[in-house]
T-cell receptor, first 111, second 116 residues
Framework: AQSVTQLDSHVSVSEGTPVLLRCNYSSSYSPSLFWYVQHPNKGLQLLLKYTSAATLVKGINGFEAEFKKSETSFHLTKPSAHMSDAAEYFCVVGLFEKLTFGTGTRLTIIP | DTGVSQDPRHKITKRGQNVTFRCDPISEHNRLYWYRQTLGQGPEFLTYFQNEAQLEKSRLLSDRFSAERPKGSFSTLEIQRTEQGDSAMYLC??????????????FGPGTRLLVL
């Protein structure tokens, strides 16, 4: 069985400041981990994917995430927030065809 | 646009009516998935196909729901005798298995269903 916990349902940051979205996972096997972003009225877009290669994964739009097995965490970060980053972010654990989504973190950017 | 497409984007129906949604996956993707997303929640898996074969169905998929992928390309999801609890966003995703390892699923924009 696998599960995902997103520790914050809502995060607000000022434009130009760092972003941290927290995610913890549980999996019986070595999981693959993803972050997806969902903008209003748009489909889910893949930000980045971890599949047991490098523990620090770089994604699109300046986002990156670090896999920490000892902490069962996969937090998403960005050094400097942009207004266009405002969206819903989902941490996802995958085992081949099965994806399990977290409940999402809504990111608000303050001008 | 070569992404996953879904039709319609929005559907309003009355309780008890049947509705059908269509998904066109990325061409040459052999797997197709259906998810349901309710307000404030992440998507939940409903079912998936590999080519024409429906390989798994979630217990969320009641008898009123049926999905098909007759030629291994597009798929349809039908809900019979809709209930207000069926109101949700229905998402389709596709992926390609062939290189081994963890596949990546690419999502369509979704069909938002409102049952009155």
């Amino acid at each position: 069985a696998q599960s995902v916990t997103q520790l914050d349902s809502h995060v607000s940051v000022s434009e130009g400041t760092p972003v941290l979205l927290r995610c913890n996972y549980s999996s019986s096997y070595s999981p693959s981990l993803f972050w997806y972003v969902q903008h209003p009225n748009k489909g889910l877009q893949l930000l980045l994917k971890y599949t047991s290669a490098a523990t620090l994964v770089k994604g699109i739009n300046g986002f990156e995430a670090e896999f920490k097995k000892s902490e069962t965490s996969f937090h998403l970060t960005k050094p400097s927030a942009h207004m266009s980053d405002a969206a819903e972010y989902f941490c996802v654990v995958g085992l081949f065809e099965k994806l399990t989504f977290g409940t999402g973190t809504r990111l608000t950017i303050i001008p | 646009d070569t992404g996953v497409s879904q039709d319609p984007r929005h559907k309003i129906t009355k309780r008890g009516q049947n509705v059908t949604f269509r998904c066109d996956p990325i061409s040459e993707h052999n797997r197709l998935y259906w998810y349901r997303q309710t307000l404030g929640q992440g998507p939940e898996f409903l079912t998936y196909f590999q080519n024409e074969a429906q390989l798994e169905k979630s217990r969320l998929l009641s008898d009123r729901f049926s999905a098909e992928r007759p030629k291994g390309s597009f798929s349809t999801l039908e809900i019979q005798r809709t209930e207000q609890g069926d109101s949700a966003m229905y998402l389709c995703a596709s992926s390609f298995t062939g290189t081994g390892g963890q596949e990546t699923q690419y999502f369509g924009p979704g069909t938002r269903l409102l049952v009155l």
